[in-house]
């Protein structure tokens, strides 16, 4: 299984303000995702991170608001921009290995706006 | 478009007590099945899968059937624990290389 370092684990951050969070992995990986859940909500996907191109969105998420870079086969970045404290929520990456059927998940972000 | 329904939460149990999640989905294909356990304040771990009709996930204790003819994948437990006090989700896979598609999600709570 792939094993996902996801940053920062929590933070607090001031309305207006944009915050990157990272995720790495240890291994080359096909497919990264991310994901976000909302206070005792499921999780809603936010977006494909693609290697080297344009991620993409899903309806309702636009990359004004949540630009996605994804450099290589190993690393992706999630930006949460112009935060509100609607954005509160943990965000979540994830991935899937060629020749597996399941995604592996990184422990979270968990975000406070204020 | 493909979709999971899990049932409504939350479920409170004691322990030693039997368990059983309904998971009901949709998919145009033949998609993969899983469960994936959330303990508070942590991401999400897989607890169990199945690829195929009839195929039975097990783990920890945990069980839940491919079930095509009635579109369900429930999980089963026959004794929980305290240490089970999770959110469980199911989810589905339709096609490789997409994101999985998730229920809302089921709270347990297990009292001693």
């Known amino acids: 299984s792939a094993v996902i370092s996801q940053k920062p684990s929590r933070d607090i951050c001031q309305r207006g303000t944009s915050l990157t969070i990272q995720c790495q992995v240890d291994?080359?990986?096909?497919?990264m995702f991310w994901y976000r859940q909302q206070p005792g909500q499921s999780l809603t996907l936010i977006a494909t991170?693609?290697?080297?191109?344009?991620?993409?969105?899903e309806s309702g998420f636009v990359i004004d608001k949540f630009p996605i870079s994804r450099p290589n086969l190993t690393f992706s970045t999630l930006t949460v921009s112009n935060m509100s404290p609607e954005d509160s929520s943990i965000y979540l990456c994830?991935?899937?290995?060629?020749?597996?059927?399941?995604?592996?998940f990184g422990q979270g972000t968990r975000l406070t706006v204020v | 478009g493909d979709s999971v329904t899990q049932m409504e939460g939350p479920v409170t149990l004691s322990e030693e007590a039997f368990l059983t999640i309904n998971c009901t989905y949709t998919?145009?294909?033949?998609?993969?099945l899983f469960w994936y356990v959330q303990y508070p304040g942590e991401g999400l771990q897989l607890l169990l899968k199945?690829?195929?009709?009839?195929d039975k996930g097990s783990n920890k204790g945990f069980e839940a059937t491919y079930r095509k003819e009635t579109t369900s994948f429930h999980l089963e437990k026959g004794s929980v624990q305290v240490s089970d006090s999770a959110v469980y989700f199911c989810?589905?896979?339709?096609?490789?290389?997409?994101?999985?598609?998730f229920g809302k999600g089921t709270t347990l709570s297990v009292s001693s």
């Open positions: 994830s991935v899937r290995t060629g020749g597996r059927t399941e995604a592996f």
């Open positions: 291994s080359q990986v096909t497919m």
């Open positions: 991170a693609n290697q080297g191109s344009e991620a993409t969105y």
């Open positions: 998919a145009t294909g033949y998609p993969s």
């Open positions: 199945a690829t195929k009709a009839d």
């Open positions: 989810a589905l896979s339709d096609q490789a290389g997409t994101a999985l598609i």
